[in-house]
């Protein structure tokens, strides 16, 4: 498992975050993982209307596009996160995904929660040092 990117979206499915873990960042490369954002909302919107309880925030794989799979995790305010993993022969377990969905979940409600924060801006050193790590730790 290899994570390539980390995406968070709004309510209104409009990306406040979006860090890619790729070795060689090009303007290519960004375009792509936000068209897969975009693409990957119309299957969480699926699924939250076919979906029997709320409770479970986790969404499991919404889509694979080539070597590259899409998962998804709704947070109780309507934000999206997605997460861009390569996984070209391994199997992903999702108990591993669910645990960076979960600390993903725990900085973004760190960041939310500070007074100091600008509304709708998702711009933090620690919030950044939180995804930077699990980028390191995933992304190799």
């Not at 790729?22 to 960004?30: I, K, R, Y």
């Not at 919107?45 to 694979?64: F, I, V, W």
């Not at 899409?70 to 390569?86: E, F």
């Not at 939180?130 to 390191?136: C, D, M, T, V």
């Amino acid at each position: 498992m290899k994570l390539r990117c980390i995406a968070i979206l709004n309510r209104q499915d409009i990306p406040v975050y979006m860090r890619s873990f790729d070795d060689a960042l090009s303007e290519e490369s960004t375009v792509k993982y936000q068209y897969l954002a975009h693409t990957s909302v119309d299957v969480i919107e699926e699924r939250m209307a076919n979906a029997k309880s709320s409770s479970d925030l986790y969404l499991g794989l919404l889509q694979t596009v080539g070597e590259l799979a899409i998962y998804g995790y709704v947070l109780n305010t309507g934000a999206r996160i997605l997460l861009v993993i390569s996984v070209p022969e391994s199997v992903v377990r999702s108990a591993a995904v669910r645990e960076i969905f979960q600390q993903i979940h725990a900085g973004y409600i760190a960041l939310i929660c500070n007074p100091f924060n600008e509304g709708g801006k998702l711009v933090s050193s620690k919030f950044d040092l939180i995804i930077n790590e699990l980028g390191r730790v995933h992304a190799a």
